[in-house]
């Protein structure tokens, strides 16, 4: 099969390396791909915002699948795109419809949509500049800390708690004006839930689905979860409080419930679905949908599937997922994200990195990386995940923190503390 993989990012790293293993694979493109996704096909510059151009590369190149990595082209309506095209109809395409990306798109949609059937989140209501002093008073209605979010895509930064009522009133009203664009043009505001996260995936082809393995992200870029939030600085998986009945919990209340919604919506939905989940004194909530697989969960998550991907995609765009089986490593994987210096705020590109080949028992998977004549550089504020196996946390986490060591770039800077909460 000629495969077409939209992204640049750890995810898609993770995807080709998962892809290139397959004996089904003719040849992979990544458009645009980095350093990493170099190795495992060949990464094609073509702006993939310009659905056109996708056309005209996938009728070239006979592709036979496409995977869209990032939200952005989903929202945008790719799927849409391909399926109304007498050229591309014919071409399977794993991500949703516009109808539903807009679980992600939209938070003011999803909840509705949790709303509608019964999914467990926090209670919340939503609000525009036309009815902003509605927005105070609910405000006023909720203990601290105060959760706003952008309805719209706002890059990993549309998601703002804070502790002063005041303060959220003032910053309330900042997004309404224009904060974050257009995605900030509505706001949802929600009730805080106190209790500890985890990511949660499924794969569907509109009709019946498979869970892969779970994960949990580190949003912070300071030890001890302190500091700013980023795109994320390291994962592990499996999750040891996600126990079979915490995640029959899962099941019932959100994956059935949110599967059948889609369903009765009329939304044919292939793809994979992400469950932001959080665990309230053993009963599990939705904090938001994503529409694709996270980043850097995927890193994870994706070394500890022992089936061959690319024949579950098949199963996905066939409508026969409930043929496959997927077989699952029962050992844990931990990744460390190296990072530029002064990320998530402004950092510099350009970086030449170093000792990647003195890693040794760990997988890599760049980020923000590029080449740059003949040279590894850095070209983004994530540059590198570290993924390694182990039979329990600290075996795996041992193992990526040896090696995060050992690369070196100017301003490099990891965690050390991932998964000990877990310990």
Request: aromatic residues 8%.
């Amino acid at each position: 099969m000629n495969i077409l993989l939209i992204g640049s990012g750890g995810r898609e790293n993770a995807l080709a390396w998962k892809i290139a293993k397959s004996p089904k694979l003719s040849k992979l493109y990544i458009a645009p791909g980095n350093a990493g996704t170099h190795e495992y096909g060949e990464n094609v510059n073509i702006n993939t915002a310009k659905f056109s151009e996708v056309k005209n590369f996938v009728i070239e190149k006979h592709i036979e699948l496409v995977i869209v990595g990032p939200e952005q082209a989903l929202v945008n309506g790719i799927h849409d795109y391909f399926l109304a095209d007498d050229k591309l109809k014919h071409v399977p395409l794993i991500g949703p419809v516009k109808a539903g990306a807009i679980l992600e798109g939209s938070k003011d949609f999803a909840k509705s949509f949790m709303e509608k059937y019964s999914i467990p989140t926090a209670k919340y209501k939503s609000f525009t500049l036309d009815n902003l002093n509605e927005g105070y008073l609910f405000l006023e209605s909720l203990k601290p800390p105060y959760v706003l979010k952008a309805d719209g895509l706002a890059a990993g930064k549309g998601v703002i708690i804070l502790e002063d009522i005041a303060q959220t009133k003032s910053t309330l009203k900042e997004m309404l004006e224009g904060k974050f664009g257009v995605a900030s043009n509505k706001v949802v505001i929600e009730e805080f839930l106190k209790g500890i996260e985890l990511s949660v995936f499924v794969i569907t082809d509109g009709k019946s689905y498979k869970i892969l393995p779970e994960a949990k992200d580190y949003k912070r870029i300071g030890e001890g979860d302190t500091g700013l939030n980023t795109g994320g600085m390291g994962a592990i998986s499996p999750v040891p409080f996600a126990d079979k009945q915490f995640m029959d919990k899962i099941e019932k209340r959100i994956i059935i419930p949110t599967n059948k919604g889609l369903v009765k919506e009329g939304i044919h939905y292939k793809g994979f679905i992400f469950f932001g989940i959080i665990n309230v004194d053993g009963d599990p909530f939705v904090i938001e949908y994503n529409v694709r697989l996270g980043d850097p969960e995927t890193e994870v998550v994706v070394p500890r599937i022992k089936s061959d991907l690319l024949d579950l995609f098949e199963h996905v765009a066939n409508e026969t997922l409930e043929k496959a089986i997927i077989e699952i490593d029962s050992r844990t994987t931990a990744t460390i994200m190296l990072v530029s210096g002064g990320y998530p705020e402004s950092y510099q590109n350009g970086k030449v990195i170093r000792n990647l080949s003195h890693v040794d028992d760990s997988l890599l998977f760049h980020a923000g990386t590029k080449i740059d004549c003949k040279n590894i550089v850095t070209n983004g504020g994530r540059v590198i995940a570290i993924t390694s196996f182990g039979d329990n946390i600290s075996e795996a986490l041992n193992k990526s923190l040896k090696n995060a060591q050992k690369i070196d770039f100017e301003g490099k800077y990891y965690r050390k503390d991932i998964g000990l909460d877990l310990k």
